[in-house]
């Protein structure tokens, strides 16, 4: 059992995993220049500690360290415990949760490997918020989705919030880069799977992915814009959540959840 390691310099190197947590622009430099992304909360570390992610360390204060003391004493990593003073003036904001960690990104699968085990898989369009995505892969991986591919103009699903939103469904729903966009749908259709674009002014109605037998690929697009004429014509059929007459859609994330709740409850699970 490693020993935790009391900190009480907020300049302590140990700790520049965490700092400056809202400058998005330089967070944005450290994440991707170091690989590494910050998980938030008790809950979201439980999650990160029970996913394939490897940790880099773990920063807490005294109070949540009892509190997580089950899962952190088997942590191969430095657990740092600081007063929740050195913890605001490292992170830059009054950390409420009380716990950050810190964990390596791992290299993007290839979208094929990814296919080739998946019946249900969602494929994400141009999604620049990061509380969408979060709430997205928290659907999925609550909904039964195997694995989610990204276009190149979505946001980071490791981006701190994203992380957080998503409840840690993001470290546990496998997922990747579709490239080149969105000529890389053809992939997707290679490997079997129907595609089926979800838009308000969809054909189809959502009822009928109850019934799809096999391979489905969901695709969602972005606030404002939704799925681009590109996209759109890739796919092998439109798909709408039928609305109250007047509203102009759902959220994205909502729209994902009444489409995934239908895929999950097809027989053959
Ligand atoms: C906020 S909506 C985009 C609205 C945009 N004006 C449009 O027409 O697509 C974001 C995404 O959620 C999904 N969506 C939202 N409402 C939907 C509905 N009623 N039926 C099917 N998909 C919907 C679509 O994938 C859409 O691209």
Known sequence: VAEPVDVADAADVRLADYAAL????LRERVEHGEGLFIAEGELVIRQLLRSAYPVRSVLVTPRRYERLRDVLDGVGAPVYVAPPEVLEAVVGFPLHRGA????????????????????????????????????????????????????????????????????????????TALAPWPAGLAQVTAAGFETVALTPAGDVAVGELGRRAGRVAVLLGAEGAGLSAGALAMADRRVRIPMRVGT???????????AFHRLWERPGR
């Open 100 to 175: 950050v960690a810190s964990a390596c990104r791992t290299p993007l699968p290839d979208p094929t490997a990814l296919l080739s085990t998946a019946r249900t898989v969602a494929v994400l369009e141009g999604l620049n918020d990061h509380e969408n995505i979060g709430a997205v892969f928290r659907n999925a991986a609550a909904l039964g989705v195997d694995a989610l591919l990204l276009s190149p103009t979505c946001a980071d699903p490791l981006y701190r919030r994203s992380v957080r939103v998503s409840m840690g469904g993001v470290l546990h729903v496998p997922f």
């Open 248 to 258: 102009d859609s759902l959220n994205v994330a909502t729209a994902a959840a009444i």
């Open 22 to 25: 809202t400058d998005a622009a």
